[in-house]
């Protein structure tokens, strides 16, 4: 049987169809080109924001009438959507839908279609299974055949779920209490996706420097990152991030550690939400503004060639003029290389739901994110200038319109030519042309590149 699954949302859901797909490959069940060729259908979901899960709904109430006229067609939905707690209403609203799988967890699609199976089917079943099991570790992933050799860039959970309860944010509520993976299951992870080509691992948590935290004198952050490091040099994996950051967990002996792993890449990803201190505490962020912009001196000092990431929410209830100007005034005073811009949109059962007001009008919202996202372009075109005329290191992805596309180790996006097969190796780039989304360059010894129609790429 084929499978299609379609992923909406955040690098953990990446993550989780990744997991689900390994699952079905471990059954014999190959990935579809398109879904119209598949016979089993899984719509992964979002709900963090209402634009992600109205995507979704859309996308599920598309596969109605297909499960009417075809309903042998196995259809699942995965996800926030779903969460830890089962959903009656929502099995009530896709009536047509066969599996809810919460997040993480692909057991019961995997029940579900080893039920449907006649007994000749479930012999050769378990007799595939027997065979991996003498080659496969836990922890071990699959990827789909047409990934494997190809994959360059894959993600890694570390720590699933969340137990600090910001006021606006769904995430515990869909995702339950914090539960960090063993060391060897996520090594193991890690070497499986290396002997299939991937060159480069995210470790992921929804606060991922909490990782060990739930466990008694377990392992913090900096420890897996050494582990995984010397798992790296041993298997060919060139280059290791991990995102999201909480201001409250970055510590200096996880800075250290970045700064002396040199795969470890200089890239943090610390979400600041807002720049002033009221609509903070609203937020129940556990931090002030002036802590922020020390911890952001703190990185900077141990960490130089550092690239720091943060993510802002505009239109929080209840925040002024004054308070938003707070935030862009931060904004333009740390220059930071990427900032992730939302307009906040009330999530059900969160306490921002039941106890604010979301009192910002929209075409409020929408404004403040234009002024944000106008003056962030304005700051990267400034820091990406500075690479004019550098040669930096780009771990190549893939070929875009005819042009290789990678990323520096601060995750900076940068194009060059070259007739070479450059996907998953190293490349020395010099940088010969600079805009706030992406970088243009040539390899050494080349002729320089035209750039009188450059192309303007948004990064991911």
């Not at 995210?202 to 010397?230: E, M, N, S």
């Amino acid at each position: 049987m084929h499978y299609y699954i379609w992923t909406y949302g955040c690098q953990m859901n990446s993550a989780d169809s990744q997991l689900l797909a390994s699952e079905l490959e471990r059954m014999g069940h190959t990935a579809a080109a398109a879904a119209d060729e598949a016979d089993i259908l899984v719509v992964n979901t979002c709900v963090v924001r209402q634009s992600a899960e109205d995507k979704a709904f859309g996308r599920l109430d598309s596969l109605r009438e297909l499960k009417r006229e075809q309903p042998e067609k196995v259809i699942g939905v995965m996800g926030c959507m779903v969460g830890v707690r089962d959903s009656l209403a929502l099995r009530k609203r896709l009536p047509y839908v066969d599996v809810f799988l919460p997040p993480s967890e692909p057991a019961l699609l995997v029940d579900f279609l080893r039920s449907r199976m006649g007994e000749e089917e479930s012999v050769a079943l378990e007799a595939r299974q027997r065979e991996q099991r003498d080659l496969l570790q836990d922890g071990d992933l699959i990827l789909p055949l047409h990934e494997q050799g190809q994959l360059i860039s894959a993600h890694v959970p570390v720590v699933y779920g969340c137990s600090h309860a910001c006021t606006f944010c769904i995430i515990p509520f869909r995702r339950g209490v914090e539960r960090s993976r063993s060391v060897g299951e996520i090594t193991s992870h890690v070497r499986s996706l290396a002997r299939q080509g991937v060159k480069e691992v995210t470790l992921l948590g929804q606060i991922v420097d909490r990782y060990g935290k739930d466990v008694p004198d377990g392992p913090d952050l900096a420890d897996l990152l050494r582990v995984v490091h010397r798992a790296a040099e041993e298997t060919g994996v060139e280059r290791i991030r991990f995102l999201t950051s909480h201001p409250n967990w970055m510590t200096d002996k996880l800075l250290d550690t970045v700064a002396e792993l040199p795969r470890v890449m200089p890239q943090i990803e610390v979400p600041v939400q807002a720049g002033d201190n009221e609509v903070l505490a609203n937020m129940k962020r556990g931090y002030t503004v002036e802590q922020y912009r020390r911890l952001i001196e703190r990185i900077r000092t141990r960490v130089p060639d550092v690239a720091i990431h943060t993510d802002i929410i505009v239109g929080f209830p209840g925040e002024t003029e004054a308070q938003f100007e707070h935030t862009y005034d931060l904004l333009a005073e740390l220059k930071l290389d990427k900032a992730h811009l939302a307009a906040y949109s009330p999530r059900p059962n969160t306490v921002s739901e039941r106890r604010m007001t979301d009192d910002v009008p929209h075409e409020e919202k929408d404004r403040r994110f234009q002024r944000l996202d106008g003056l962030q372009a304005q700051i990267l075109a400034d820091i990406n200038g500075r690479w004019l005329g550098e040669t930096v290191q780009v771990l190549v992805e893939e070929q875009h319109k005819g042009k290789w596309r990678g990323r520096t180790p601060q995750n900076k996006l940068v194009f060059f030519e070259d007739a070479a097969d450059w996907k998953g190796r190293l490349a020395d780039v010099e940088i010969t042309w600079t805009g706030p989304w992406s970088m243009q360059g040539r390899l050494p010894g080349a002729q320089p590149a035209q750039h009188d129609d450059p192309l303007v790429v948004f990064a991911s």
